[in-house]
């Protein structure tokens, strides 16, 4: 479903929402493990010297163009619109399609307590979605272990990894076999969000596509890694000339 297209070496999946929605339900009917990666610019700045990071990405089932910058990218190099999908829109709306199955996410990450907050917001925003479990996002490799051992056990269908990028994608590429999940997905920050910790920019923000903006405003500390985005500019910018 869908077409895929190239920005900086990461194959993006052009898809609506809809088609992404249908996309990630099919992917839990069937019996394999698949990834889905949410990259922003930063996150596409820092593949390039990472070969990690570029490898798994090219390995996702899955990679959704979250963030204007890369509709930016793919407007500026196809001349063609494509809708954006951030990543936190896509789980909402995952959610509410699994709301009526029987299928079973996992929220993993974020700072002690957060993870089960945004558990308890989502399970009311979402009757009968069915979260199994839930595990902060700082652990000691003792308590790695007992999470892979607790995971194998639930084998989620929806595990949501949110240790921030490119730990998250690190942490599902080297363990999805053994925890058994059927997709795993980095959602970053997303369970600061569920849980009410952050605030996501007014919806004005956002149609202004000034997200990165407010974020940034509120989340001081973003700022180094914001200095990549004039760095993806340039990149894309170079890579039409080509
Ligand atoms: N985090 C975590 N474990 C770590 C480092 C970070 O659980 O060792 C969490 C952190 O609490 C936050 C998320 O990862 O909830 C990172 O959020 P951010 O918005 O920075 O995500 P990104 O934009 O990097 O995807």
């Known amino acids: 479903m869908g077409k895929k297209y190239r920005i900086l070496g990461v194959p993006f999946d052009v898809l609506t929402m809809t088609e992404a929605v249908l996309k ?3 992917m839990m009917k069937g019996d394999k493990q698949r ?30 163009m979250d963030g ?32 009526k199955t029987d299928y079973t996410a996992y929220f993993f990450g974020g700072k002690p307590g957060v993870a089960k907050k945004a558990a308890i917001n989502m399970r009311k925003k979402y009757p009968g979605l069915k979260i199994v479990g839930f595990h902060d996002g700082y652990f000691t490799s003792a308590e790695e272990m007992k999470l892979i051992l607790e995971l194998k056990r639930l084998s989620p269908d929806f595990l949501l990894v949110g240790l921030g990028a490119p730990k998250q994608e690190k942490w599902i ?38 997200e ?24 894309v910018n170079k890579s039409k000339r080509k």
Do not use: H
């Open 35 to 64: 990834i889905i990666c949410t990259p922003n610019p930063e996150i596409v700045v820092e593949a390039q010297s990472d070969k990690e990071l570029m490898g798994i990405l090219n390995q996702a089932d899955m990679v959704v």
């Open 68 to 99: 204007t910058g890369i509709t930016w990218a793919y407007k500026k190099l196809t001349g063609e619109k494509a809708p954006r999908i951030a990543g936190y829109d896509l789980v909402q709306e995952v959610f509410s399609a699994m709301s």
């Open 173 to 210: 590429y080297n363990n999805i076999r053994l925890t058994g999940a059927k997709i795993g997905i980095g959602v970053g920050g997303c369970f600061d969000v569920m849980s009410g910790e952050v605030k996501r920019a007014p919806e004005t923000m956002q149609k202004m596509k000034l």
């Open 212 to 235: 990165w903006f407010y974020r940034l405003i509120k989340q001081p500390t973003r700022a180094g890694r914001m200095m990549r985005l004039p760095k993806f500019v340039s990149m």
């Open 24 to 26: 990630v339900m099919e």
